[in-house]
């Protein structure tokens, strides 16, 4: 079975996802230029909201180039070591871990892609390196020693045998992704891939589209200059000065779930599988790009959200067309109505033209601003609260994992 979200969520003046030159992200879609927000910053704080963390009882994993930062500091804490006795140590687990690190003069060692560490998998690394930590120590102080040539010789084979250790782990360290399987919720969503190690690979269960403006777009910039605050009456200009581009869409984002996928990720575990999709519906809903929120505060919750529980092996529905030719404001009534009012009428065509022997559920949470009558095949799902917009989806899947 698959859950499918349909968000319509109007922001303040904002800059939440930023392109190289700092401007706000765009893109043009039915000819006219669009606010973006691209899928990979949802997702992130989809994964980071407190909520996420809170509904499947599991901490967020690790993605990151600079593994030995938190291995240093978990062995440093378990083992009383120094910064000097660890540093080699969690550098040659990395380097066999991923393949190549870099190091550059009094940096930290990082790995040269980004790994993506579930809770359980950096508990096991420190636990082994724990574990192995004198046999590791002369594993080093012999490679540092290894002849560059001389494949054949003994002193080479011996080095070779003692650097074993660090190699075994790696893959050790790999399996623990056994069948491609995660104890992991937000990898298990998402997926991951590490080149060095493919068998780790874990393909998404979740697809997000990237947000884009129900309407045409133009960037605004805004100029700023800051005052010091030392500086006497009598003198002039100020400290700095710049320009910050922002924009104030209404977005519409897509998001696909399997839930098969899901729960073959989750090696079978249905119990987290729900709680997982709970947290996904939530966190969908709650979590905001965090991009120059400190600047422009834009703290604005869906206005509109439509999900809908498909029957497995069944076509996903974006209504991303929509908006294919934008919305404006209509006598007043800003940007949000009309983008309801067309989706709406949308989703009642491809009803009508498709039928819906594919929905096996549906429901619509509306702020309570939104007076207007949906289509009857959308105004028949409207729930009273958020809450039982999210129980209505976990019903469907009980329900259908029953079937």
């Not at 403006?213 to 605004?220: G, L, N, Q, W």
Request: hydrophobic fraction near 40%.
């Amino acid at each position: 079975m698959f859950i499918e979200l349909h968000i319509l969520q109007n922001f303040a003046p904002s800059n939440l996802n930023r392109d190289d030159t700092n401007q706000p992200k765009d893109t043009e879609f039915g000819g006219w230029r669009r606010a973006r927000i691209s899928s990979q910053a949802l997702k992130r704080a989809m994964r980071f909201d407190p909520v996420f963390k809170a509904t499947t009882g599991v901490e967020p994993s690790t993605r990151t180039r600079i593994i030995v930062r938190l291995l240093r500091e978990r062995l440093m804490s378990v083992m009383g070591k120094t910064i000097e006795e660890t540093d080699p140590v969690v550098d040659a687990f990395a380097e066999a871990y991923a393949g190549e690190v870099e190091k550059k003069e009094d940096k930290e060692t990082r790995t040269k892609i980004a790994l993506y560490l579930s809770p359980g998998e950096v508990n096991w690394a420190v636990t082994q390196l724990q574990s192995h930590w004198d046999d590791l120590v002369t594993a080093i102080a012999q490679a540092k020693d290894k002849p560059k040539k001389a494949d054949g010789d003994k002193k080479a084979k011996k080095a070779k045998e003692e650097e074993s250790v660090l190699s075994q782990m790696a893959k050790d360290l790999a399996k623990q992704s056994k069948n491609r399987t995660t104890d992991a919720p937000d990898i298990a969503l998402f997926g991951r891939m590490l080149t060095e190690h493919p068998d780790t690979d874990i393909d998404a269960a979740c697809q997000v589209a990237h947000a884009i403006s129900t309407h045409a777009i133009r960037m605004d910039t805004d100029f700023f200059t800051a005052v010091d605050d030392l500086q006497q009456k009598d003198e002039t200009g100020a400290s700095m000065m710049g320009v910050v581009g922002f924009n104030s869409p209404c977005l519409y984002r897509y998001a696909r779930l399997d839930f098969g996928k899901l729960l073959e990720n989750l090696k079978g575990d249905k119990e987290l599988a729900l709680k997982t999709v709970k947290a996904f519906l939530l966190a969908s809903e709650a979590a905001i790009p965090s991009g120059k929120q400190n600047t422009f505060a834009a703290h604005n919750r869906p206005s509109f959200m439509l999900a809908v529980a498909r029957k497995s092996n069944s076509a996903g529905w974006s209504l991303a067309n929509a908006f294919e030719k934008p919305v404006h404001p209509q006598n007043g009534s800003g940007l949000v109505e009309p983008s309801v009012t067309a989706l709406d009428a949308y989703w009642q065509g491809l009803s009508s033209f498709y039928g819906e022997d594919s929905v096996a559920a549906k429901a619509v949470a509306m702020e309570p601003r939104l007076t207007m009558e949906l289509g009857d095949s959308l105004q028949a799902a409207r729930q009273a609260k958020l809450d039982a917009w999210v129980q209505t989806m976990l019903d469907a899947l009980t329900k259908g994992e029953a079937a």
